[in-house]
């Protein structure tokens, strides 16, 4: 009987399968032939994800300066004097990154203004005509790219709080650095292109 059982678990098995693998053909021409439109409907959904991203990380900011202040305030109750004024950096540390988080567009900006000497970001002007499907396409990968930089922006922010709490590991500078930088030529990635190109001498 189990044995029974077990040929049409095989067969039902191997039938699956090769309905599967006769599939997989159109499959991948959907994918190929809707990736504009799967592009286009992320680029739909990232107003949203911002706003949702925003309020955590409102949220979370507000909760890390209260931790910040209550850590502040056991070390002034600390009878030892020494102990205090060594334990001061994770207080701060935390008080620092609750008002970046808390004021996060406000921290962008001043980044945008020591990297490009303006927290304007430059829009995307296109080329040839205007309106084109090169042009709508460039739009919308441009605006994915400054999501991925405003995440790794907040990302590096995290990593430098780390330093500040003693909860480090080696290579955590280097990592939010980075993650700084890049998330501040991603968010604006436009007006970095066009410095590259000035630069080379490949645009006007």
Do not use: W
């Not at 693998?21 to 680029?43: K, Q």
């Not at 991925?148 to 430098?160: K, Q, Y």
């Amino acid at each position: 009987m189990n044995i029974y059982i077990s040929k049409i678990t095989a067969k039902s098995i191997r039938y699956f399968l090769s309905i599967i693998l006769g599939c997989l053909p159109g499959m991948a021409f959907a994918v190929t032939v809707s990736a504009d439109v799967m592009l286009e409907n992320i680029n739909t959904q990232l107003p949203y994800l911002y706003a949702l991203i925003s309020g955590g990380v409102y949220i979370f900011g507000i909760v890390i300066f209260i931790r910040g202040v209550s850590k502040l305030r056991e070390v002034a109750e600390s009878s030892s004097g020494r102990a205090q004024r060594s334990s001061l950096t994770e207080p701060l540390a935390h008080m620092i990154l609750g008002v970046a988080l808390i004021y996060l567009p406000t921290s962008m900006d001043v980044m945008l203004a020591t990297v490009y000497g303006t927290s304007a970001i430059t829009p995307y002007s296109g080329y040839g005509p205007t309106g084109g499907s090169f042009n709508e396409m460039a739009q919308v990968i441009i605006n994915i790219v400054q999501f991925v930089g405003f995440i790794a922006f907040v990302r590096g922010l995290i990593l430098f709080h780390r330093l500040g709490t003693g909860q480090a590991q080696q290579g955590t500078f280097n990592k939010g650095f980075t993650h700084l930088i890049g998330g501040i030529i991603a968010i604006n990635v436009v007006q970095f292109i066009n410095i590259i190109g000035n630069t080379l001498g490949i645009t006007a």
